[in-house]
C-alpha cells in the first residue's frame, strides 16, 4: 500500500514572496505519477502539476515547479511570486503507472495563507 | 458549463434517513470515483466505477453504495445516515490517457444531525 504525507499542516508566506510545500511519499512502485493539486476556498479541487517519476526533469507549470527526488521520495511544490489567490489548501497525490484504476492516493494537506 | 456536476451541492439530512448524492460528467472519461474528505485525512477513495458493469470498492466504502447508471452518471447513497458520514464528498472522472489525471466536480458538503 502506498502513503502520502505532508508535514506541514499550515504555512504562510507574504504576498511576492517564495514557498515550498513538502511532501513524502512511501511505495515499492518503481513508476508512478505525483500530482499536485490545489482547493481555493470555493473547494473545487484544482490540479496544479503532474511528475511522472520516469522523466528525470521536474515539472513546471509557470510559477509552480516541483523538486522531485526519487531516491529520497521527496516531492516538494515551490510556489514562486505568491499571489492573494494562491491562498487555498494544497494536497499532495500518488498513483502508481500499472493502476488500471488509476486510483489517487492523497496527503492529508497542508494550508498556505498568502498575506498582502 | 463544467464538465464534471454534482448535485445538491449542500445537504442537511437527520441520522438514519436515506440521501442519494448525484455526479454527472461531459468529459467522455470511463472511469469515475467518489472521494470524502475530512480534515487533516485528505481525501479518501469510497468508490470507483470502471465502467457502467464494472464497480469496486474503495479503502472506505462501509455505509456507502453507488449506481453508475450510464457511463456518464455515478451515484452515491447512504442507506442510512450517520453523524460520523459528515463530510465534503468529491466525484471525480479519468480516462486511460491523459496521465491518470482525476478531474474533479464542484463537491457536495454533507451535514448528517
Known amino acids: 500500500a502506498q502513503t502520502v504525507t505532508q508535514s506541514q499542516p499550515e504555512m504562510s508566506v507574504q504576498e511576492a514572496e517564495t514557498v515550498t510545500l513538502s511532501c513524502t511519499y512511501d511505495?515499492?512502485?518503481?513508476?508512478?505519477?505525483l500530482f499536485w493539486y490545489k482547493q481555493p476556498p470555493s473547494r473545487q479541487m484544482i490540479l496544479v502539476i503532474r511528475?511522472?517519476?520516469?522523466?528525470?526533469q521536474n515539472a513546471t507549470e509557470n510559477r509552480f515547479s516541483v523538486n522531485f527526488q526519487k531516491a529520497a521520495k521527496s516531492f516538494s511544490l515551490k510556489i514562486s511570486d505568491s499571489q492573494l489567490g494562491d491562498t487555498a489548501m494544497y494536497f499532495c497525490?500518488?498513483?502508481?503507472?500499472?493502476?488500471?484504476?488509476?486510483?489517487?492516493?492523497f496527503g492529508g494537506g497542508t494550508r498556505l495563507m498568502v498575506k498582502p | 458549463d463544467a464538465d464534471v456536476t454534482q448535485t445538491p451541492r449542500n445537504r442537511i439530512t437527520k441520522t438514519g434517513k436515506r440521501i442519494m448524492l448525484e455526479c454527472s460528467q461531459t468529459?467522455?472519461?470511463?472511469?469515475m470515483y467518489w472521494y470524502r474528505q475530512d480534515p487533516g485525512l485528505g481525501l479518501r477513495l469510497i468508490y470507483y466505477?470502471?465502467?457502467?458493469?464494472?464497480?469496486n470498492k474503495g479503502e472506505i466504502s462501509d455505509g456507502y453504495s453507488v449506481s453508475r447508471q450510464a457511463q456518464a452518471k455515478f451515484s452515491l447513497s447512504l442507506e442510512s445516515a450517520i453523524p460520523n458520514q459528515t463530510a465534503l464528498y468529491f466525484c471525480?472522472?479519468?480516462?486511460?490517457?491523459?496521465?491518470?489525471?482525476?478531474?474533479f466536480g464542484p463537491g457536495t458538503r454533507l451535514l448528517v444531525l
Open positions: 471525480a472522472t479519468s480516462d486511460m490517457g491523459q496521465g491518470k489525471t482525476q478531474y
Open positions: 511505495t515499492s512502485e518503481n513508476n508512478y505519477y
Open positions: 511528475q511522472e517519476a520516469y522523466k528525470q
Open positions: 497525490a500518488f498513483t502508481p503507472l500499472n493502476n488500471a484504476g488509476n486510483m489517487l492516493t
Open positions: 468529459k467522455g472519461h470511463d472511469r
Open positions: 466505477s470502471f465502467d457502467v458493469k464494472d464497480i
